[in-house]
């Protein structure tokens, strides 16, 4: 005979179910007994369900061992379903048998400890109803980010990690030896991006990238998901189209196949539901403008820190662009916007709410000669820039990118207090462990 095989704990509230022997496989949610009954929460990835079993029908030892489960223990059971309108669902399962996979030690993981004993739990934490809502979104997001890309006739590619040249700013890159040689984590695709848009045109990259930042805020990470897309044939208002499309695709796809978890996390799915473009566009120029009309001093020039950008988001319901920064504060492939050297042809995309910037973008220079000077400008070490500055030796054409911070659009999305929760084992300058 044939072992029956264990089914997901969501066919129990399916149709045609009740009367039904079920097997089903899972973690101990919590417990409590009563004389000889004994009533056990059970979930696996599908749901959770009721387990009720009883004394004289399991036996006394497969009882006790049943009774001594810890929460998060792990547990085969059969057993027959029933209708129970008490319970969550209105069904129960009316044990069989149980077979303790692993009783377990006692979770160490309870309710209202310090946050820097959960971090430290973190590998525990992960199973928390907020981190498993919060995973499942940023599962489905990624898959409409990639569906999206797709529809674009987007082209994935996959670029190195390891790197011989930072390229977004030498003091924010993580060196490491490389045999005896300087080596970098990347902290942008962009560059190796641009090299495969002359054979592809249309091509992105889903890469951690990482950044050496002694920042502590709730929006950096030092390792982050980052998709970056480069696209040929592009200027500033075609790249802005795009990334405002994918921006409304994907909370739209978030909305309709996770409810649940958004509710759960207190975001609603109506609210991402209404998204839709055009995203205001709002010069560097203007905002400087509205800054001031609020009380700030800010000259122009100086780049935007979170309380600016909070000021400037914290009314609006959808995301904003700001536009042709000032070139000083901005990396050295950026174009000049044309006619006006003082500006580049850049934009930032902000989320609502104060959540901050969500993607940086801009179309690329193309000139040999004015991308080395930009590029001497910065001080960096130019022999090793070399193969880049080949891309604009051979069929050179216009084209623009972006990099999207996933953590930052999920944050936004699943409106987490910090950043380290959209990820489960964050890296921040006080910890990469576990
Ligand atoms: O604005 P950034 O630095 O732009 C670039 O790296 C470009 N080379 C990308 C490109 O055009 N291909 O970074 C892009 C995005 C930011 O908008 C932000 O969302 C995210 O990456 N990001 C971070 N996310 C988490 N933690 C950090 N420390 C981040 N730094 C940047
Ligand atoms: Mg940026």
């Not at 399991?58 to 223990?73: I, N, P, T």
């Not at 984590?185 to 045109?201: D, G, K, R």
Request: glycine fraction near 8%.
């Amino acid at each position: 005979m044939t072992e029956p095989a264990a089914e997901p704990i969501a066919r129990i509230f399916g149709p045609e179910a009740v009367g039904r022997s079920i097997r089903i496989r899972g973690w101990l949610v919590r417990a409590r007994s009563s004389g000889g009954l004994l009533f056990l929460v059970v979930r696996d990835r599908t749901g959770q369900v009721q387990v009720t079993a009883r004394r004289d029908v399991l036996g006394e030892s497969d009882f006790d061992r049943a009774e001594h489960v810890q929460v998060e223990g792990s547990l085969e059971i059969d057993g027959t379903v029933a209708e129970d309108r008490r319970s969550p669902g209105g069904r129960e399962l009316k044990a069989a048998r149980i077979h303790v996979v692993q009783s377990g030690d006692p979770f160490p993981v309870m309710a209202d400890q310090t946050e820097e004993f959960r971090l430290d739990q973190r590998h525990l934490v992960v199973r928390s109803p907020e981190m498993v809502a919060t995973f499942r979104v940023k599962a489905t997001l990624l898959r409409a980010l990639r569906e999206f890309l797709e529809s674009e006739e987007v082209l994935e590619m996959t670029p190195p990690v390891l790197t011989g040249n930072p390229a977004e700013g030498g003091a924010e890159a993580f060196q490491i030896d490389y045999f005896g040689r300087p080596g970098y984590l990347s902290q942008t695709a962009q560059l190796y991006l641009e090299a495969l848009i002359f054979p592809h045109e249309r091509v992105y990259g889903l890469t951690p990238s990482f950044r050496a930042e002694k920042s502590r805020t709730p929006r950096h990470l030092t390792e982050y998901l980052h998709l970056e897309v480069e696209l040929a044939w592009c200027d500033l208002a075609e790249l802005l189209d795009f990334e405002e499309r994918m921006i409304v695709s994907v909370a739209h796809a978030v909305a309709d196949r996770r409810p649940a978890e958004l509710r759960e996390l207190g975001r609603s799915p109506e609210e991402l539901r209404a998204l839709a473009a055009p995203f205001a566009r709002l010069s560097y120029d203007e905002a400087i403008e509205r800054l001031r009309a609020r009380g700030f001093s800010i000259a122009w020039g100086q780049d935007l820190g979170t309380a600016e950008e909070r000021a400037l988001t914290m009314e609006e319901a959808q995301p904003i662009f700001l536009t042709r920064f000032p070139k000083e504060i901005k990396a050295f492939y950026m174009l000049e916007t044309p006619g006006n050297p003082r500006t580049v042809e850049a934009a930032d995309l902000l989320a609502p709410e104060g959540y901050g910037e969500l993607i940086g973008g801009s179309c690329r220079e193309t000139d040999l000669t004015r991308l080395t000077e930009r590029l001497r400008a910065t001080g960096a070490d130019l022999p090793s820039y070399q193969w880049y500055l080949d891309l604009r030796r051979y069929g050179s054409v216009p084209h623009a990118g972006f990099g999207l911070g996933v953590e930052r659009l999920v944050r936004w999305i699943t409106r987490r207090d910090h950043i380290r929760d959209t990820t489960p084992f964050p890296r921040t300058p006080s910890r990469h462990t576990p």
